[in-house]
């Protein structure tokens, strides 16, 4: 409608000036004339109307072409922000420009947002190059087309938090090394020299920017001061030490000196030089005494060859030990061998320490051992006997486990000597071994000595013995089988009764034991005897007296039973008077349960 009325307005007025000039241009010039003029006004008007028509096309154009801009604008962005936004299409009575319009408005807090996250990347990345060109690092990247998605952007911040601390580790090991360095440079009485340790050592903590290059400088500087006063704590320490043996030796009574020296306890240059004016004088006055010096050293040397066990081949290896010439080389030799000496026993002190308890303990166990095998060993009364036993038993349990401490100590030190480790001259574990090695064959020899001392006995038996537990023992190895027991009770009971205990002999002779004060002794000598040499016993197919205490329950009963009174003993019932006694049979024992029976009787005696 509104577009017909101007369109009325233009042609009624275009009209009306056509009109106009056609009347004028009549007025003024001939027919040809204004026919002309009308033509150049009709091609005037087509000019503008093509004109407006181009320059409207034109613009239409830019129109869309700005609202396509617009549409790739909001794409880019989506994709660089990693998100979704749905334009939709131009809607038919929106005109261009309103359309252009809106999708500028509607990508625009798009806009503000990548700008945002473009700032920030840059930021960090620029905290980043500082941190890791001050640390020396590689700079971890960070993409930008696309943006990085959050949790990127959270791993690329714990990075330079990361940095950040390390940064700050960095200032505070920086502080440490230079007042570490100030420190020893005043204990050594250096100054700056420089002024590259100028400016390394007197930086301000705020302000300063040291580069990698610097901080391994800053390291250097610390780690040779730091070294200079080591040594310098080990030279003070090694000079106090050789001041002290010097005094000893020279038996200097200077309380001025020593009282120097003593006061002089930091680790300084002061303290430094100070010992070593002191240890020149006191060398000096040693040259003046080298015989002197080189007997106490001598002495010194035997003494630390007795601590580490050297053999007379060891000792003579030392050939400045036996020289006459007596002068700074002998002297320094000796010194020398001191040293190592000392060193050689400080290193291995556990294993001499270990060795010597263990010679102490075996030299207890032989004793013992000795004791064990002495004839007259139960003599006693009091439980010695017990007592050397547990003794002998605690030493076989502890002496394995100090073998095997020395044997593992000695398998380090070879693996680093790539040596023996020798003992009087001697593989201290072929020591050992042959000590063990010993020791079997004296515990097996005593066994064959018994044996053929009861195979003596047993030859040289009267036939017409009585029949007595010893007896019994000499003749297994001659019939093959001792003499069945059943025999009359007079029989038993006799040869029972000639090897009781003492007491059953007080209570059967009371008089011999106030007329003659050795029957107990010999009646407990006679039933130790019968306890070693008691055979082996069955009644009705079952091994008896396997153990001591049944061995005397048997010999008990048998005194009992052949009292000349038949008055049972004191403490049986009444019951017990008509018993049956049982059938016995003796059976000879092997000479290896002999052999196993005989050395236990000391254990078996013991623990009765």
Not at 22 to 30: I, P, Q
Request: charged content about 30%; hydrophobic content about 30%.
């Amino acid at each position: 409608m509104i577009f017909t009325e101007h369109k009325a307005k233009i042609l009624a007025m275009t009209g009306k000036h056509v009109d106009e000039l056609h009347e004028m241009w009549s007025r003024m010039f001939e027919p040809q004339t204004c026919e002309e003029y009308l033509i150049r006004l009709q091609d005037h008007a087509l000019n503008f109307y093509t004109d407006l028509l181009s320059e409207s096309y034109e613009k239409e154009q830019g129109i869309i072409g700005e609202i396509a801009g617009l549409q790739a604008e909001a794409t880019d962005l989506t994709r660089l922000l990693h998100e979704n936004l749905n334009l939709g299409e131009r809607p038919q009575e929106m005109s261009l420009v309103i359309w252009q319009l809106k999708l500028d408005n509607r990508i625009n807090h798009l806009r503000e947002e990548l700008a945002r996250r473009q700032a920030e990347i840059r930021e960090l990345i620029q905290h980043q190059e500082r941190l890791c060109e001050e640390l020396g690092e590689v700079p971890q990247p960070l993409l930008v087309d696309p943006l990085p998605m959050p949790e990127e952007m959270d791993s690329f911040r714990d990075h330079l938090e990361q940095l950040r601390h390390q940064r700050e580790e960095r200032l505070n090991e920086i502080h440490q090394l230079r007042q570490s360095i100030k420190h020893n440079m005043k204990l050594l009485e250096l100054h700056v020299q420089t002024n590259t340790e100028e400016r390394l050592l007197n930086l301000d903590r705020k302000n300063q920017f040291l580069t990698p290059e610097d901080f391994e400088r800053l390291r250097l500087m610390h780690t040779e001061y730091a070294d200079q006063v080591k040594e310098m704590h080990e030279r003070i320490d090694q000079m106090r030490c050789k001041i002290d043996l010097l005094w000893q030796r020279l038996k200097l009574t200077d309380e001025f000196a020593m009282r120097r020296v003593q006061e002089s306890t930091s680790y300084n240059q002061r303290t430094f030089d100070i010992l070593r004016e002191e240890l020149e004088r006191c060398q000096a006055m040693r040259r003046k005494n080298l015989k002197t010096f080189i007997e106490q050293l001598r002495i010194e040397i035997e003494e630390w060859w007795d601590l580490t066990l050297k053999s007379p081949q060891e000792r003579k290896r030392f050939a400045g030990y036996y020289c006459d010439n007596q002068n700074e080389d002998v002297l320094e030799l000796h010194e020398k061998e001191l040293d190592q000496l000392r060193n050689y026993y400080n290193s291995n002190k556990k294993i001499f320490d270990l060795y010597a308890n263990r010679a102490d303990l075996w030299s207890r166990m032989e004793a013992l051992e000795a004791k064990a095998n002495d004839p007259n060993r139960f003599n006693n009364r009091g439980g010695q006997l017990l007592k050397e036993e547990k003794e002998r038993k605690a030493m076989m349990t502890r002496l394995p486990k100090i073998d095997q401490q020395i044997t593992e100590l000695v398998k380090v030190y070879m693996a680093q000597a790539n040596t023996p480790f020798l003992v009087n001259g001697e593989d201290i574990l072929e020591v050992m071994s042959m000590d063990w090695e010993r020791h079997s064959q004296s515990k097996r020899q005593p066994s064959a000595h018994k044996k053929d001392a009861n195979t003596t006995a047993s030859k040289m038996k009267p036939p017409l013995a009585p029949l007595t537990p010893n007896t019994l023992k000499a003749n297994r190895g001659v019939h093959g089988s001792s003499s069945s027991l059943k025999k009359t009770p007079s029989k038993v009971n006799s040869s029972v009764g000639t090897k009781s205990t003492g007491n059953l002999q007080k209570r059967r002779h009371p008089n011999n034991d106030k007329s003659s004060g050795q029957l107990p002794a010999a009646a407990k000598r006679n039933l130790i005897t019968s306890l070693e040499c008691q055979p082996v016993l069955e009644v009705n197919g079952q091994k008896l007296l396997k153990s001591p205490q049944k061995k005397v329950r048997v010999l008990e009963y048998s005194v009992r039973r052949g009292k000349p009174s038949g008055r049972p003993s004191i403490g049986s019932r009444n019951h017990q008077r008509n018993r049956p006694i049982p059938q016995v049979n003796v059976q000879p024992p092997s000479g290896e349960e002999n052999e196993n029976e005989d050395s236990g009787d000391l254990e078996a005696y013991s623990a009765y």
